[in-house]
């Protein structure tokens, strides 16, 4: 057999093989740690997603906590008549020569927590003044522009009754509304039907509001509900979150877009000392509502009234309690 044979069959040599030498003892490897089993190695994995989401959270929370206290800051500007709140809340002013006389911001302020004290709700003034309150509802949207270029050039302040979720596209155009002078009050953030919603539904969607508005320097003190639908239950959240409802003796029916002349002729009809009138800048095509705002100005004037925001009404012409609603609640 050859050596390669004897080397590597041994069973087929009679002599036994060479003695060989051990080799050296190896370290055993250390066994690996048992695997957990597969319902341990999910819970695992879940908690530190989990853990991972609610650190994505804390940080976006903590973000959304600093701009609060800095709107919360600002707010509380405007309830001082701070110089801030001058420029970019109720106060900001028009030219002395151009506006009709005016309250200060916090003689205007006043005037709305006095109303809420005995009333929730206002349609008009008390009818002893020649004030007219001239309000749009659902903007801020494209054509908000446009109504304050009028309302600039006219030396007109106005109220404005936002949506939130509008805030989310438009909110430049609120910041300006502010800048002019005019004021912004809640008008919900999806615009629904509030007596169709529960408490909590209603709360929600006053406050979210709220937070879009006050963001933007100011905290609004004046609500108006979408199509004018409210219940109990709404008058309570707006008693908890002090805001003064205000509705409207005036509905110039400008969301169905009836012509311009149409439009003008509604709010003149409608004018009287402590009329509200109702318009709108937003929810749709409202290029009638701008032509139409410029002659109901200008007729408004030739009949001696003076066009004010709704808090410069309270002051002026104070609300008597109980008003009664209108008789025409579908306002947009």
């Known amino acids: 057999m050859s050596r390669i044979g004897r080397r590597w069959n041994w069973d087929f040599e009679d002599e036994p093989p060479p003695a060989r030498r051990p080799p050296p003892p190896q370290p055993a490897p250390p066994s690996p740690p048992p695997r957990p089993p597969l319902a341990t190695q999910d819970h695992s994995a879940q908690l530190a997603r989990r853990t991972r989401i609610r650190l994505r959270r804390g940080t976006a929370l903590l973000a959304l906590a600093l701009l609060l206290a800095l709107a919360i800051a600002l707010s509380g500007s405007h309830h001082r008549g701070s110089t801030h709140h001058a420029s970019a809340g109720l106060g900001a002013r028009l030219p002395a020569s151009a506006a009709s006389p005016q309250q200060s911001p916090a003689e ?30 659902d903007g801020p949207g494209p054509y908000t522009p446009q109504v304050l270029s009028v309302l600039e050039q006219a030396h007109v302040r106005a109220t404005f009754f936002a949506i939130g979720k509008m805030e989310r596209y438009f909110s430049d ?9 005019h004021v912004v009050g809640d008008h919900t953030e999806t615009h629904p039907m509030l007596a169709r919603l529960s408490a909590h539904e209603q709360r929600e969607e006053l406050f979210e509001a ?17 199509y004018g639908s409210f219940n109990a239950a709404t008058l309570r959240q707006l008693r908890a979150l002090k805001l003064l409802m205000v509705l409207w003796s005036a509905d110039t029916g400008d969301y169905q ?11 003149l009809a409608g004018a009287h000392p402590g009329a509200i009138i109702l318009m709108h800048d937003g929810g749709g095509d409202r290029s009638q509502t701008v032509a139409a705002l410029p002659a109901i ?33 579908a306002g947009d």
């Not at 302020?109 to 749009?136: K, N, Q, W």
């Not at 155009?173 to 002078?181: I, N, S, V, W, Y």
């Not at 963001?215 to 509900?225: K, V």
């Open 210 to 226: 709220i937070v879009r508005i006050e963001l933007l320097g100011t905290r609004p003190i004046l609500f108006r509900p979408p």
């Open 108 to 137: 205007e302020d006043r005037a709305v927590s006095a109303t809420l004290a005995y009333t929730p709700f206002v349609r008009e003034g008390g009818g002893s003044a020649r004030d007219i309150a001239l309000t749009f509802d």
């Open 173 to 181: 155009f609120t910041a300006r509304e502010l800048r002019d002078g």
């Open 297 to 329: 100005i200008h007729a408004l004037r030739a009949r001696g009234y003076r066009l004010v925001t709704v808090p410069q009404l309270l002051h002026d012409d104070p609300p008597p309690a109980g008003q009664p609603l209108p008789t025409r609640l």
């Open 257 to 267: 877009q009836p012509g311009v002349p149409v439009i003008v002729q509604r709010a």
